[in-house]
């Protein structure tokens, strides 16, 4: 059966799909490093997706404190990021072949062991991969802003997707989102708000924290004179 496949009534549909998603699959042109880093380096670097708790500390052979990403496009802030914090274990989110295959390289060229990559969809993987309170801290950069207001109730950020991250993650775990998109900005400090798990750190829009490289897609932002707005909350 394809995804394509007329839906079913309810209660035959097993397991129950989400209808709506953030993203959309786009059968992007792979490069043909990334295609061979997929094939070669995958199977060393992707924790394949089941509907199970992971056990993490012996997936990175050891217990460090660990931060999810949703959606790392080509990877290149992502690897940066963990580089630059050896202590910390990060991974990666994202649907997107030719990006899975950038960030595989890119772990391969640094030699990074503190990064592992999950290629699906990040809500599922948050209910069912991650145990509630074990996250230190949950990255969301440059999420897709759905522009047009046909388009709004595919934003990742959502009370309900809200929620289920703050439960993921630990008392004083953070989450950190940024956006070039000034209305969608709007939106995440009013629902981010509005989420009782949650605080916000500055009342506002957070400055930019040093560490937060410049991703592919702010600087394409930047090129086209967006703003850019960071919002950092913490778990209570
Ligand atoms: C606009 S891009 C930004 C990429 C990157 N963070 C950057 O700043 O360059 C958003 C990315 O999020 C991914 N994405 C959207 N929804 C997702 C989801 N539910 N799970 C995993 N990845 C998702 C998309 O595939 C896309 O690559």
Known sequence: MTAD???LPDSAAAPPRRGIRSFVVRAGRMTEAQTR?????????????????????QVFGRDAPRVLEIGFGMGDATAEIAAAQ??????????????IGALLQRIDAAALTNLRIIQHDAVPVL?????????????????????KKRHHKRRLI????????ASRLR??????????WQPYAEHMLDVLGAEPALRNTTGDYAPRPAWRPVSKFERRGLRLGH?????????R
Do not use: K
């Open 227 to 235: 703003g850019v707005w960071d919002l950092v909350f913490t778990a």
């Open 171 to 180: 008392h004083g775990g953070y989450l950190h989102c940024a956006t070039d």
């Open 86 to 99: 050896p202590q910390t274990d990060f991974i990666g989110v994202e649907v997107h072949p030719p990006g």
């Open 158 to 165: 959502q009370p309900e997707f809200v929620r289920l991250a």
């Open 127 to 147: 209910q069912h991969m991650i145990a509630p309170h074990s996250l230190a801290g949950l990255h969301i950069y440059f999420p897709d802003p759905w522009p």
């Open 5 to 7: 496949a007329p839906s």
């Open 37 to 57: 880093a997929l094939a070669e380096l995958g199977p060393r670097w992707i924790v394949p997706y089941a509907e199970a708790a992971v056990d993490w500390p």
